[in-house]
C-alpha cells in the first residue's frame, strides 16, 4: 500500500484494560508521529521517533502510554489500564522530507472508545 | 510556547464562491513553517498546503491559496470556486524549531479546527 495504515480501525475497551494500536509508515519514512485526537479538537502531538529511536516523548499524558518501533518501520502504541479519558482517535504519521518541507502523511486513525 | 488560533468554529459558503478560513499563530522561533489539513469525515488528515516563515511569496496549490502575513502572524487559507467535497474540518498547524538527533524534525501543533459546510 501507498499509504500510512493503522490497526485496528475501531476499538473499544473496558476501563482498565490494556490496548495496543498499531501503525504501518509509508516504506522509507525515516520519521514517525503519534497524535492523540480527542473528539471535535485538534489533534495533540504524543511521541516521535527517528527510525528506531524515540527522540521526543514529551507528549505522552502518563506512564499508562508506551509507544515502540524496534526495526525502525511498523510502530505500537500501548496503553495501559485505560481510562474513559483516554477515548480518542489515534492518529499515526510519517514523514519525509521534500524540498524543504517535512510533509507529513497521516494515517486514517484508531477510534479508541473506553467504556 | 507555540500556539495556533482558529477563531471559526463553523463557516458556511455557497458552491462556486470563495471563502476564507482564519488562522493566527504565535511563537518565538524565526524559523517556522505553517500547513492547512483538511479532515473529511472519514477522519483522514489531508495536507493541502504549505508555507515557510522565509518564503516571500504566498504559496498556492490549485484552488488553495494561502495568505501570509507575517507582521500579523496570521495565515488564512483562501479556497476559490468552492464544491461540494470541500465540505469538511480544517485545520491549520505549525512546525517550529523542534531538534533531536541535531535535525529538525517537524512536529506539529494544531489549531481548534474550522468545520466548513459547502451549500448547493
Known amino acids: 500500500g501507498a499509504g500510512v495504515s493503522q490497526s485496528p480501525r475501531y476499538k473499544v475497551a473496558k476501563r482498565g484494560q490494556d490496548v495496543a494500536l498499531r501503525c504501518d509508515p509509508i516504506?522509507?519514512?525515516?520519521?514517525l508521529f503519534w497524535y492523540q485526537q480527542a473528539l471535535g479538537q485538534g489533534p495533540e502531538f504524543l511521541t516521535y521517533?527517528?527510525?528506531?529511536?524515540?527522540?521526543?516523548k514529551s507528549g505522552l499524558p502518563s506512564d499508562r502510554f508506551f509507544a515502540e518501533r524496534p526495526e525502525g518501520s511498523v510502530s505500537t502504541l500501548k496503553i495501559q489500564r485505560t481510562q474513559q479519558e483516554d477515548s480518542a482517535v489515534y492518529l499515526c504519521?510519517?514523514?519525509?522530507?521534500?524540498?524543504?518541507?517535512?510533509?507529513?502523511?497521516f494515517g486514517p486513525g484508531t477510534r479508541l472508545t473506553v467504556t | 510556547a507555540q500556539k495556533i488560533t482558529q477563531t471559526q468554529p463553523g463557516m458556511f459558503v455557497q458552491e462556486k464562491e470563495a471563502v476564507t478560513l482564519d488562522c493566527t499563530y504565535d511563537?518565538?522561533?524565526?524559523?517556522?513553517?505553517l500547513f492547512w489539513y483538511k479532515q473529511p469525515s472519514s477522519g483522514e488528515m489531508i495536507f493541502l498546503i504549505y508555507?515557510?516563515?522565509?518564503?516571500?511569496q504566498n504559496a498556492t496549490e490549485g484552488r488553495y491559496s494561502l495568505n501570509f502575513q507575517k507582521a500579523r502572524k496570521s495565515a488564512n487559507l483562501v479556497i476559490s470556486a468552492s464544491q461540494l467535497g470541500d465540505s469538511a474540518m480544517y485545520f491549520c498547524?505549525?512546525?517550529?524549531?523542534?531538534?533531536?538527533?541535531?535535525?529538525?524534525?517537524?512536529?506539529?501543533?494544531f489549531g481548534q479546527g474550522t468545520i466548513l459546510t459547502v451549500h448547493p
Open positions: 508555507q515557510g516563515s522565509y518564503d516571500q
Open positions: 511563537t518565538s522561533d524565526p524559523s517556522y513553517g
Open positions: 516504506s522509507g519514512h525515516v520519521s
Open positions: 504519521a510519517s514523514s519525509r522530507r521534500r524540498a524543504g518541507v517535512y510533509e507529513q502523511y
Open positions: 521517533f527517528q527510525n528506531e529511536a524515540q527522540l521526543d
Open positions: 498547524a505549525m512546525r517550529d524549531g523542534f531538534t533531536a538527533g541535531g535535525t529538525s524534525y517537524g512536529k506539529l501543533t
